[in-house]
């Protein structure tokens, strides 16, 4: 089974930036892949998407904010975070669109 292991969060104050990084143990070449968050008490929610051919999209809390991205020739799927604030506090997981399975995920704290 395809294993994913995300990297990259850590404490920053708002107005911070973060990268993240997610590493895929099989091809993402083919696939859509997405980054969603889980804050504490809430349920998980999508934040941004890139397909094969490398078109994004976000929802509107994170458009203009956050960048996905991808390296398929690496298995690398990154999140460039801007302007970070407390609201964006959560678990961040990247994943398989098609699959169900999640990583580990990284936490990202936006504190001062």
């Known amino acids: 089974q395809v294993q994913l292991v995300e990297s990259g969060g850590g404490l920053v104050q708002p107005g911070g930036s973060l990268r993240l990084s997610c590493l895929s143990s099989?091809?993402?070449?083919?696939?859509?892949m997405g980054w969603f968050r889980q804050a504490p008490g809430k349920q998980r929610e999508w934040v941004a998407t890139t397909n094969p051919s490398g078109k994004t999209d976000y929802p509107a809390s994170v458009k203009g904010r956050f960048t996905i991205s991808r390296d398929n020739a690496k298995q690398m799927v990154y999140l460039q975070m801007n302007s970070l604030q407390p609201a964006d506090t959560a678990v961040y997981y990247c994943?398989?669109?098609?699959?169900?399975?999640w990583g580990r995920g990284t936490q990202v704290t936006v504190s001062s």
């Open positions: 099989g091809s993402i070449t083919i696939y859509a």
């Open positions: 994943k398989y669109l098609v699959s169900n399975s």
